[in-house]
């Protein structure tokens, strides 16, 4: 395999780097590089040997012809808020981070596109447009924070993809830097593709194409109202069969998201949102659309949830009370930070009506394994995130975290679902692609990658796993927090 | 490339071979410009075989279904082709996940047909669904009126299987609506034009079908007005779908004699309600408002709309608001998609030239607001002087080159009628 091709970088290689990039472009001290050795998933750590900090796509096809002339492999970055160790090192010693191509370049309200570049957080090609009515739909939890091109990589989802889909619904047009440096314009402000459907195969790619640094998104007109529901439940059950009932109904609201019990008491403990702390389950639903009709909609899927089993269910009365109950949701995650020194967030999805099998069998799962699991996820489209907390000071906990996480994930494949709705498969599920792709799915998946990447050069040992082996044996360097 | 009758009936036996005598059979009529001979396996392991034979040998396959899309790009006919009529199961279909998995040779009409008695539809609204396999709706990236409101095929496949190079069955995706493990087969392979592998099955998101479907219909003198109007309209409320035709394909739907709008919308009742009071006072003009049974009617004329006589039909795609001015410059009657930014011209009978002339002359428009052509049906007396689709930038060509010798190393998967000639 070219993967075994790979050169170390020599200190000749560093001095044309920092000759191409300039001095304040590079980070080469150890103790700086400390920072990149993780994203989202930390469970395994691996620092670059050096990272690259390109202004433009112009400095990044010469990194990247430099680097192929020696054959050096190589990881982007975004903001490293990923879930699965997607730019986590793994046999690159060198990292390229497109943080500071972070100009939106052109807005046209007209065709509703907004050109950016990769290294945009999410959040602010929505703040850039709101004022005109418009809004960029992918918002993943971390949209503070995360960048356009990280959401492309991953094919990033959120809690409004139930409605509006993730990623790579929403992305027209490309432009990448290939791993031998030359520069590709794919797709276009257009809704047809002429040929084959390039920028399709790289959204959710994970990197291993190359380095998308521009993009031309969809922007999509903001509802003309929305409302805010909040279902109370005394068990997850409850809550996923008011999630069917109101899916069957017809609605398709903008979010269904659930949050089981621990999540609730660990919100509740950081930011004082108003969640009961008796129940076992809350929903929040959102629907929006048309003014007029929203208030019979709202009052439907209340009763819809009543009849299901909610005790009790609240409507948000304004813009700050909806704003609350989102900043809960989407700060759940930071909020479990509070009960257990370090978590896991899983990302399986099942078919919806298999949901609460799913949660019976995680919460089995977590008394085999003496852990603590949390749940809060995309009901609607039954992807789940079931928080696995450990301490990574005890090693033998966190050994059983990383066992109860693959359990997890061979439960959701035996349901019929999938090992990831949005996170990627990064490092973290590499050894379980087999569970859902024959030998020859991963084959052809390999040679697509390759129509991009011949040398394998970009994010070396992600998505798909070495034949015959597992990832450690290819990459000695990186350490698990075993 | 005319085929001898003799390396006929030897491709006759052999294939005979895989899939049984009664399978294997002389094209006829429209089929005999896809292939020579028709093969129709039963099965994606019959397929399997069909494609190592194909390949050992170097004998050209095309995939076709109801051999409508098919007969209307190729220009020479391949050796044999691989018929999905065999492959018509309706394999899942789970009404409460939402999703439903078919074979290639399921008519979407009969998809929806399954799904319309649990109050669901797949939302990919092509001419003629009666005609339409779900393979080659995905393999030409068919659409219609719709995709405003829900999306195109990419939207909504969410798995895949098909045989590829050395006879290997491969799939992507899932059964899940959510899914980002692995390489997004599903997407490689829309509107690959046969040119990858033969698609056998397919898995798609399902839609709630709107609980009431009602259309406006406004006539304007001029297209910038009703264009215009469109605009205004897309805006301000959510439509179902939103069209602007030219003034003879307006006669033909009996909407006026000029250029017309024509606006889908519903859903539940409250919000039908609602836009049945405020679409006219959007429109501020004549306009009629269609429900029940007649908007439905309406709804499949424009959804089915053709004009046969055509001596071609393009597909013109464009930033949605530059749409307009290139139609206003082009001769041909059109339907535009006014929301996507996409339009069916037909143009009608002309000499090999003059169509040319036109062509280039619509591509160079397009070109420079970004956008591209597809000239998706020619007279077959025209159909070698009319390039089919615009050149892509060269290191988009580049790589579709790669992409096609990757997956068809033997080049034996429709070659010839696809970009850049692959």
Same mark, same amino acid.
């Given at each position: 395999m070219p993967t075994g091709a790979h050169a170390s970088l020599d200190s000749a290689t560093v001095a044309e780097l920092r000759a191409i990039l300039g001095d304040d472009a590079i980070v080469s001290r150890p103790t700086e590089l400390k920072v990149y050795e993780c994203d989202g998933w930390t469970i395994e750590k691996n620092a670059p040997e050096l990272l690259l900090r390109p202004r433009s796509a112009a400095e990044i096809s010469a990194v990247l012809k430099l680097l192929d002339r020696r054959a050096i492999a190589f990881v982007p970055r975004g903001a490293g808020t990923g879930l699965s160790g997607g730019c986590l090192p793994v046999g690159a010693p060198v990292m390229i981070c497109t943080s500071r191509l972070n100009r939106i370049l052109a807005i046209d309200y007209a065709n509703r596109r907004v050109e950016v570049e990769s290294g945009v957080v999410n959040l602010h090609v929505s703040n850039a447009v709101r004022g005109r009515g418009f809004f960029y739909a992918p918002d993943p939890s971390s949209q503070m924070a995360c960048t356009i091109g990280g959401n492309i990589a991953e094919n990033s989802g959120g809690?409004?993809?139930?409605?509006?889909?993730?990623t790579t619904n929403h992305v027209l047009g490309l432009e990448i830097v290939l791993p031998d440096g030359e520069i590709a314009e794919l797709g276009g402000p257009t809704e047809e593709r002429l040929g084959y459907d390039l920028v399709g195969a790289i959204v959710g790619a994970e990197g291993t194409a190359g380095i998308v640094t521009r993009a031309t998104l969809r922007l999509t007109r903001e509802p003309e109202a929305r409302r805010t529901l909040l279902a109370i439940f005394a068990d997850v059950e409850a809550a996923t069969r008011a999630v069917s009932a109101i899916i069957a109904s017809g609605v398709i609201p903008g979010a269904i998201e659930m949050m089981d019990q621990l999540i609730i008491e660990a919100v509740e403990a950081a930011f004082h949102a108003g969640l009961p702390r008796d129940a076992g389950a809350v929903l929040i639903i959102e629907l929006d659309g048309i003014a007029a009709a929203l208030d019979a909609e709202a009052r439907a899927v209340g009763e819809l949830a009543r009849s299901s089993g909610a005790r009790e269910v609240r409507f948000a009365r304004d813009e700050a009370e909806r704003a609350t109950l989102w900043k809960a949701r989407k700060r759940a995650f930071g909020a479990v930070g509070r009960l257990a020194p370090n978590y896991a967030t899983q990302d399986g999805v099942v078919p919806r009506t298999r949901l609460p099998e799913i949660l019976r069998e995680i919460a089995q799962i977590a008394r085999r394994h003496a852990l603590r699991i949390g749940n809060v996820f995309h009901a609607g489209d039954g992807n789940i995130h079931p928080i696995v907390l450990y301490d990574e000071r005890d090693p033998d906990e966190t050994r059983r975290a990383i066992a109860a996480g693959r359990e997890i994930l061979r439960a959701c494949v035996a349901m019929g679902g999938s090992l990831t709705g949005e996170h990627g498969i990064g490092v973290e599920k590499i050894s379980e692609m087999p569970l859902i792709f024959s030998p020859d799915d991963l084959i052809v998946m390999s040679e697509l990658r390759r129509v991009f990447d011949p040398a394998q050069r970009a994010n070396p040992n992600k998505v798909i796993p070495a034949p015959g082996g597992c990832v450690e044996v290819a990459a000695p360097r990186r350490q698990a927090a075993l | 490339m005319a085929i001898s009758s003799e390396t006929i009936a030897k491709l006759e036996r052999d294939f005979a071979a895989i899939v !049984? +005598? +009664?399978?294997v059979r002389a094209a006829i009529g429209a089929e005999s410009r896809c292939a020579s001979v028709v093969v129709t396996p039963a099965d994606a392991g019959e397929i399997s075989e069909i494609v190592r034979r194909c390949e050992a040998d170097r004998i050209i396959l095309a995939p076709f279904g109801a051999a409508r899309a098919l007969a209307e790009i190729r220009l020479a006919p391949a050796a044999i082709a691989v018929s999905l009529a065999r492959l018509d199961r309706i394999v899942a279909y789970e009404p409460d996940d939402m999703t439903v998995v078919a074979a290639a040779g399921v008519t979407l009409a009969a998809l929806n047909a399954a799904t319309a008695a649990r !109050?669901?539809? &797949?939302?990919? =609204?092509?001419?003629?669904p009666e005609l339409t396999t779900l393979g080659a709706m995905v393999a030409a990236a068919r659409f219609g009126p719709s995709r405003l409101s829900e999306g195109i095929v990419r939207d909504l496949l969410i798995g895949v299987r098909f045989v590829g190079h050395d006879g290997r069955i491969v799939h992507g995706g899932g059964n899940v609506v959510k899914n980002v493990a692995g390489y997004d087969l599903m997407k490689v392979m829309t509107g690959s034009f046969g040119t990858l592998g033969i698609i056998t099955e397919t898995t798609f998101r399902v839609r709630p079908l709107p609980a009431r479907r009602l259309i406006a219909c406004a006539g304007f003198a001029d297209l910038d007005s009703a264009y215009a109007a469109a605009a205004n309209l897309h805006d301000a409320v959510p439509l179902l779908h939103l069209e602007v035709t030219s003034p003879s394909v307006s006669a033909a739907l009996h909407i006026g004699a000029g250029f017309a709008l024509i606006a889908g919308f519903g859903g539940a009742a409250p919000e039908a309600d609602y836009l049945r009071v405020r679409i006219p006072e959007l429109l501020g003009v004549n306009n009629e408002i269609l429900d029940g049974a007649a908007a439905i009617a309406r709804y499949e004329r424009i959804r089915d709309? =053709? &004009?046969? +006589?055509?001596a071609a039909v393009a597909l013109i795609a464009a930033p949605p608001a530059e749409l307009p001015a290139i139609l206003a410059a082009t001769p041909g009657e059109f339907i535009a998609h006014a929301g996507s930014g996409v339009a069916r011209l037909f143009l009608a009978a002309l000499d090999a030239d003059e169509l040319g002339r036109i062509v280039a002359a619509i591509r160079d428009r397009a070109r420079r607001v970004r956008g591209h052509v597809r000239v998706m049906r020619v007279a077959s007396e025209l159909r070698g002087e009319i390039r089919r689709f615009d050149n892509p930038p060269a290191a988009a060509m580049t790589l579709m080159r790669r992409m096609k010798t990757t997956f068809d190393p033997r080049g034996i998967f429709n070659p010839g009628c696809f970009v850049g000639g692959l």
């Open positions: 809690p409004h993809t139930l409605k509006y889909g993730v | !049984g +005598a +009664a399978h !109050g669901q539809w &797949l939302p990919v =609204d092509p001419p003629r709309f =053709d &004009l046969p +006589a055509s």
